[in-house]
């Protein structure tokens, strides 16, 4: 008896351990990276945006932007308005939520933000 419920506890344990390694929380939907292309970011939704951001960023090609200049490139923001020290745009990099993905989409931000001096943009991340 007592050598059953160790053999049962021992296997519940191996078990445990498989499921939680398989949970996936951050699950990655394999989305390509693509080359940024200005006509693709303002025409597509957020899943063609987020596989662009990372070569967006790479090659630094809003640094040293007027605001006028970012917005004729990537568009009208998503989360910000036009008047404040930063442009937000919605991109979603292919990353899901939840035990094996199934809490829905992980909700990624590409922020461009502006220098109050020059005017010009001074960084550009992406954050959740």
């Known amino acids: 008896m007592r050598r059953t419920l ?22 990655n939907d394999g989305l390509p990276d693509r080359a940024f292309d200005a006509k693709a970011w ?18 630094q090609l809003l640094i040293g932007a007027s605001k006028q200049a970012v917005i004729k490139l990537l568009g009208a923001p998503d989360a910000s308005d036009t008047l404040g020290p930063r442009l937000e745009y919605d991109v979603d990099l292919g ?15 590409t922020t461009v933000r ?8 001074c960084e550009v991340r992406t954050h959740d």
């Open 114 to 121: 502006f220098d109050t001096l020059s005017g010009t943009a």
């Open 42 to 59: 303002r025409e597509g939704d957020r899943r063609v945006r987020g596989a662009m951001v990372a070569d967006l960023e790479k090659r």
């Open 95 to 109: 990353l899901r939520t939840g035990p094996w993905g199934l809490g829905g989409t992980w909700l990624f931000n």
């Open 6 to 27: 160790i053999i049962g506890t021992g296997l519940l344990l191996v078990i445990g351990l498989c499921l939680n390694a398989s949970t996936d929380i951050g699950r």
